[in-house]
């Protein structure tokens, strides 16, 4: 793995540079790209700033987000090319053949990078990639202004979920702190990035909250979703982000369940847990993911799929209280420490 410094001194000798993050983009990769892609800019490189996916809705306020491009002119000459928040190529596919032979720099926090560059900084203890993008133009000595700091911002804040995961380490409290003094207005990203809401959104969060129900013990909650309601809210896969987290989060319950109801006859199921491993449960119907949030597609009626997970998800939380292999949970904790 290279340092930082080097990386640095690689990005002050280039004048041409392509910035560019993962596909289907979150708060990260666009807030890395446009911190990096402007500061650079702003201390006299040519920098083109490009997203395959382009810039979600929700970031286009991001000063700057503008200058992001979704097409690279067909012959690339770059002196070099920073990849952003990305793990492996695939994170970047569509552009990957095109850019592989020139000078690439990996700069990323997921364990799992596959060091695919030419120069590689990748550190997982990084709460988000923005926060390396920082510490980066510290060591650049490029001053953070007003665009830059939003954006470095909303790539910290939305990886650490509000500042609520457990990637929240001090230094990304301390990074944030210096964007705050930079100039982050709060008013204008909270209200866009976190609280807005669709109108489809909030009609297929009241469709699903409608079908809630609990097991026996209350220790599993779910909500079912039939393609009919999906189609009357006219909603789409994405409209559905986080409306799982209402079954996880209701009080007593240890793992919340969604079934979503495909046209073609599978049910997609989304599994969350608080303190046991559901990406086992998920492996065993075919599916993976994480330990807490897990997923699988299950060919069958929605009402047999409720069944079969129900059946295996309720033994696994029992099994879980008999092995006392829960970690503490906030209730647990005595409210006294
Ligand atoms: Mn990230």
Same mark, same amino acid.
């Given at each position: ?126 709460? /988000? ?46 990074? /944030? ?69 209402? /079954? ?45 949030? /897990? ?43």
């Amino acid at each position: 793995m290279n340092r930082l410094a080097e990386i640095a001194v690689r990005l002050k000798s280039s004048s041409n540079i392509l910035v560019t993050s993962h596909i289907m983009p979150d708060g990260d990769s666009i807030g890395s790209l446009l911190g990096l892609g402007l500061a650079l800019q702003q201390a006299g490189h040519a920098v083109t700033m490009f997203s395959v996916d382009g810039v979600p809705d929700r970031y286009s306020f991001l000063d700057g987000s503008e200058k992001i491009v979704e097409k690279l002119p067909p012959k690339v000459d770059y002196d070099c090319v920073v990849i952003l928040d990305c793990s492996d190529q695939d994170r970047i596919k569509p552009i990957w053949e095109q850019v592989k032979e020139l000078l690439i720099i990996n700069i990323d926090h997921h364990p799992t990078n596959h060091f695919f560059g030419n120069l590689n900084y990748v550190n997982p203890d990084a709460s /988000a990639t923005g926060e390396i993008v920082y510490q980066l133009l510290l060591e650049m000595a490029i001053p953070v202004d007003e665009r830059v700091s939003a954006a470095l911002y909303v790539a910290i804040s939305t990886d650490t979920g509000s500042f609520k995961f457990e990637n929240t380490t001090p230094a990304a409290h301390e990074v /944030a702190a210096r964007l705050l003094e930079a100039g982050v207005k709060l008013r204008e990203i909270t209200p866009r990035v976190f609280d807005l809401r669709s109108r489809t959104a909030i009609c297929i969060l009241r469709e699903a909250l409608n079908t809630l129900r609990y097991s026996e013990d209350g220790s599993v909650a779910w909500i079912t979703l039939t393609e009919k309601e999906m189609i009357s809210c006219g909603a789409r896969d994405e409209d559905l982000d986080g409306v799982v987290n209402y /079954a996880k989060n209701i009080e007593g319950v240890e793992v919340g369940l969604i079934f979503r109801e495909k046209s073609d006859g599978v049910v997609k199921v989304g599994f969350r847990a608080h303190s046991i491993d559901v990406s086992k449960l998920a492996e065993t119907l075919g599916g993976g993911g994480h330990a807490r949030a /897990a997923g699988c597609f299950l060919e069958m009626s929605i009402k047999e799929a409720v069944e079969k997970v129900l059946d295996l998800v309720v033994k696994e939380v029992e099994n879980g209280r008999n092995h006392q292999s829960f970690e503490a949970s906030r209730d647990d904790v005595p409210r006294c420490c």
